[in-house]
């Protein structure tokens, strides 16, 4: 079994998440006709905590080491407390893995996606996914959201049976 | 009188926004390694309007026009309920005009700045700054802020005290 990714695309991606891309049909013209504003392309999450512990919602960057592959797909990770957005501050490509929305997700439940040039992604709140999988070389991405107290993440193993992820 | 930008640096900028860039003081191991995070760079403002309308945070894209150079400043607004950030999408510059919180700003009262390739701001609550101001070819910002009911724009307009923003 090997893991290859589909083109993401947002009817294959609905169930994990926004694409963050400039997609026609929610473009405004603003700025006087100076600015194309792609609107509402995700809403970031971001609950309280069982405790009732607020959290706020972070700007961050992500610097990637681009990985090589076959890379073995070892592990899924969710955060029950807010959404997660991945938008890349460079014209390139990123590999994705997210699992279905099962307790405790093995290889049988994974999907894998590879985004292009201009496109990120935001997963819906509590979506398991993969950490970062960067693959060329500008490898910074801005990260939205939440940070704060409270449990926020949640992690499934499936260390022997690990799956390899290719490029088709 | 010109407004020619200054380097954009942390100082410089702090009563204005963050600045979303990789500051090597915010930097976090994640991921076994793989990931340099740096954490907490800005952070979201989204309150409630006046008429206790809650809004929300969305992620959007905005493409903006190349400026020509002297660019006329006539104008700056502000957004009372939320903080709005602006990252490239690609590896360049873009231009930053801001001005001192005061309530009707003139021309007397703006800051320039440019930013560097790798370099976001995030303009926090209420700073009067000019719309996207965009100088080279890539030009798709991922803009993050406070969307929903309630006033969330005012102006401040010095038409026939217009200033040419020039490069140094």
């Known amino acids: 079994m090997t893991l290859i990714p589909k083109a993401l695309t947002k009817e294959a991606f609905a169930p994990f998440g926004d694409i963050i891309d400039c997609d026609p049909d929610k473009a ?5 006709g100076m600015t194309q504003r ?7 999450e971001a609950v309280d905590s069982d405790e009732g512990e607020r959290g706020s919602v972070a700007l961050n960057i992500f610097r990637g080491t681009p990985i090589d592959l076959p890379y073995q797909i070892r592990m899924v990770e ?14 390139g490509r990123f590999l994705i893995v997210v699992a279905d929305p099962v307790d405790a997700p093995g290889p049988e439940h994974l999907h894998a996606f590879i985004a292009a040039a201009g496109q990120g992604i935001n997963y819906h709140r509590n979506t398991w996914h993969h950490p970062l999988l960067a693959i060329e070389d500008g490898t910074d991405f801005l990260v939205v ?7 926020n993440l949640e992690e499934s193993w499936f260390e022997d049976r690990a799956v390899p992820l290719v490029l088709a």
Do not use: K, T
């Open 38 to 44: 792609y609107h509402g392309l995700g809403r970031v």
């Open 28 to 32: 405004v013209e603003i700025n006087w």
């Open 145 to 151: 959201d939440r940070v704060g107290e409270g449990n």
């Open 78 to 91: 969710r955060h029950p407390l807010g959404s997660q957005a991945f938008v890349p501050m460079f014209q």
